[in-house]
């Protein structure tokens, strides 16, 4: 790392990942680390310029208010105090609160702004390649979500043809998916990649299946079942490459705060499948790694790519999954995607897409009476996916979506816009 760092311990504050996005928008470099940071832990970190303590709402435990350690007291470093007991914390005026910052970091700790994509991805490019030497193999699952996506292309650039990867296909996908990652990455960015068709393979094991938990089981291992297997068929791969992002980190809790959720992205790989792991983007917050990604050169819809859950489609494809229904999941989804990318809404939405239920219902098709499936349409924002409102679309955008699915995609002859927040219902139906 050639950038300065200002580093924040975490005194209990819940608001540690707002102010480390805050500092690297002013163009430096931020990490938050734990209160009690040793004095080597402390030295390892490269070009730290700052300390901000940011105490909050759990800095006391058991009654009593934890502090930083004597290492961070004895550094010298310019050190500020953020608790909101104490009287000094941020201000939540965003301009004063940008004006402290800005204050602290430049003209106190005299950090310099040379945190950029650029700088990161050629520090990455550098740092992986001092990990896994000169001969060293990844082995890298690429789902074409967007963190796995950036992943690959880094390691690309790092380690060109030593890098393999494995696309499972488990006819869980949106429209057109599957086809961009091979094209992507095997045929512009000449990436080795091992394309796994295991779409049968999934359908039967989930045919009948009705509970939403045991599909997302089954998706789940299946998967790993098959990227094992796939990993067993190569020899001489020593890494695994990982698309952990900062959050992943920060949400498996902190020594102040319980854990939100733990988060296994590989979870499970057997112990005998011994790899080191690669996670070149985990020190990135999301817009960090789709901005790496945009420089890297992968297409915009590669990057601004919106959540997409591990089981996919097949939570969307109500109750017990049929290849009927799921193929009507995937072309209205994709009409859905078409149309509201027409309308110029799909980069202000967070999330869309489209459902199935298991019920059907009765209409009229060519003057013949029809009994076929509905189609749920569900948009939503949100920041953080813990609550949820749902947009107002134009009428004249809901008339041309029922429209084209009802006449587009087989089988349905009626939709729906679901206009429910969460709470009280989630984002996904299952
Ligand atoms: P809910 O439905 O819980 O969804 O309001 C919140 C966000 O999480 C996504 N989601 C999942 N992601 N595996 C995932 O990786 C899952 O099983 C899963 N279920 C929901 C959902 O798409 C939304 O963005």
Redesign the pocket.
């Known amino acids: 790392m050639k950038q300065d760092m200002i580093l924040i311990l975490d005194l209990g504050s819940d608001e540690n990942a707002r102010l480390a996005r805050e500092i690297r928008a002013l163009g430096v470099y931020s990490e938050i680390h734990p209160h009690d940071i040793s004095a080597s832990e402390l030295a390892a970190l490269p070009n730290v310029r700052g300390i901000i303590l940011n105490g909050g709402i759990n800095r006391e435990i058991d009654g009593i208010a934890i502090d930083a350690s004597e290492a961070v007291y004895a550094s010298g470093l310019p050190l500020y105090l953020a608790d909101h007991k104490q009287g000094a914390p941020w201000p939540e005026d965003a301009q004063a609160r940008k004006a402290g910052l800005y204050e602290f970091v430049f003209e106190t700790c005299g950090a310099q702004p040379n945190w950029n994509t650029q700088n990161y991805i050629s520090d990455q490019v550098d740092l992986i390649r001092q990990q896994v030497g000169d001969t060293g193999k990844v082995l890298l699952a690429l789902s074409g979500g967007v963190d796995s996506s950036v992943v690959a292309a880094l390691l690309a650039e790092a380690i060109g043809d030593r890098l393999t990867c494995v696309h499972v296909n488990h006819g869980l996908m949106r429209k057109g998916e599957s086809e961009q990652v091979i094209n992507v990455f095997g045929e512009q960015l000449g990436v080795d990649l091992i394309y796994v068709n295991a779409v049968d393979r999934f359908l039967d094991k989930l045919a009948g299946v009705t509970d939403p938990e045991e599909k ?1 089981m089954i998706i789940g291992k299946e998967f790993i079942r098959v990227f094992e297997e796939e990993a067993r068929k190569l020899t001489g791969i020593e890494y695994l490459g990982q698309g952990t992002i900062y959050p992943d980190i920060i949400e498996s809790g902190t020594k102040t705060v319980k854990a939100v959720k733990s988060h296994h992205n590989v979870g499970g790989l057997p112990e005998d499948l011994d790899f080191k792991l690669v996670e070149p983007v985990k020190m990135l917050f999301k817009d960090e790694v789709r901005a790496v990604g945009s420089a890297l050169g992968l297409p915009d819809s590669m990057v601004h790519r919106q ?1 997409f ?3 996919g489609l097949g ?1 969307r494809c109500l109750g017990a999954i049929t290849r009927d229904r799921l193929e009507a999941v995937r072309e209205s989804d994709a009409i859905l995607h078409e149309e509201l990318a027409a309308a110029g809404l799909d980069l202000k939405i967070w ?1 869309f897409f489209t459902v199935v239920p298991d019920f059907r219902s009765t209409g009229v098709k060519d003057g013949k009476r029809s009994f076929d499936w509905p189609v749920v349409l569900r948009a939503v924002n949100t920041i953080d ?1 813990m609550t949820a409102e749902v947009p107002e679309l134009p009428w004249s955008v809901l008339q041309r979506l029922t429209e084209r699915i009802t006449n587009e995609v087989p089988g349905v002859n009626r939709v729906l816009y679901d206009l429910t927040p ?1 709470p009280s219902s ?3 139906w299952e």
């Open positions: 997302r959540p859950p591990g089981p939570v999330q996916a969460k989630t984002i996904e």
